[in-house]
């Protein structure tokens, strides 16, 4: 298994310890036919979605790959129109991991009128656990665009686990305008690797802000049987 060296490039005015980012114009032409991986090497456009949540604002968020079979190279990135071209707020490059479509939702902040825009970017980790790891942002009405923290549903229903149960596989998550939700399973001491049987859990996140800062909680949860297949 190759090492994954994913790291992200510091956010633009994300936060007061942020350092500024690579302010660089770029055309969209420039960003989809000139993104190389970590070793320079030319990457393919996978999925791009131009995003407009509040008035006069435009976020480009970009997926480029390249998988060989022997090299997989993957970066994800969000820029922000700032005059004629775009501005590299964060971006993410992996030799291991790939990154799925992004998403774009309405989320409202809990105990608030508010709503925020947040901006998804889904990590596929290597190997058979399933594994996923999220990358949200919130796309601030100020312009600035903000990390988000996940906690995982399935750390957060650990307690709720019986003697010999294990969530032995990342959740899936959907981030849409009709909500945060989440799908984990629920193995227990026995079941093969292909074949949760203690159940199935689905729920709903929630969006949280303290002084600034975001992270999306589970809300809810709802255990029921896996069905017989």
């Known amino acids: 298994m190759k090492a994954n060296t994913r790291t992200w490039v510091p956010l633009l005015a994300a936060a007061a310890t942020a350092c500024a980012g690579d302010q660089t114009l770029l055309s969209k032409d420039q960003i989809v036919r000139a993104t190389r991986g970590s070793g320079g090497q030319p990457l393919e456009l996978l999925w791009a979605r131009t995003d407009r949540p509040w008035q006069g604002q435009e976020f480009f968020?970009?997926?480029?790959?390249?998988?060989?079979?022997?090299?997989?190279?993957?970066?994800a990135a969000v820029y922000r129109r700032t005059g004629?071209?775009?501005?590299?707020?964060a971006e993410l490059r992996s030799d291991s991991s790939s990154f799925l479509e992004p998403t774009a939702s309405w989320a409202a902040v809990a105990?608030?009128?508010?709503?925020?825009?947040?901006?998804?970017?889904?990590?596929?980790?290597?190997?058979?656990?399933?594994?996923?790891?999220?990358?949200?942002?919130?796309?601030?009405?100020?312009?600035?665009?903000?990390?988000?923290e996940l906690v995982s549903a399935a750390t957060?229903?650990?307690?709720?686990?019986?003697p010999g149960e294990g969530v032995w596989k990342g959740e899936e998550n959907s981030f849409g305008d009709a909500g945060l939700a989440f799908t984990f399973y629920i193995w227990k001491e026995g079941d093969a690797n292909c074949c949760p049987s203690a159940g199935k859990v689905t729920g709903t996140y929630t969006l949280e802000e303290r002084d600034g800062r975001y992270r999306v909680v589970a809300h809810s949860f709802r255990r029921e049987p896996v069905a017989s297949r």
């Not at 968020?61 to 970066?75: F, L």
């Not at 004629?84 to 707020?89: A, E, P, Q, S, W």
């Not at 399933?130 to 988000?148: C, K, M, P, T, Y």
């Open 61 to 75: 968020v970009t997926v480029h790959g390249r998988d060989s079979g022997s090299e997989t190279h993957y970066s």
């Open 111 to 148: 105990g608030s009128n508010a709503r925020e825009r947040l901006i998804g970017i889904t990590e596929i980790l290597p190997g058979t656990g399933n594994l996923r790891q999220e990358h949200l942002f919130v796309a601030h009405s100020s312009g600035d665009l903000i990390s988000v």
């Open 84 to 89: 004629v071209g775009f501005t590299r707020l």
């Open 156 to 162: 957060a229903f650990a307690p709720r686990l019986r």
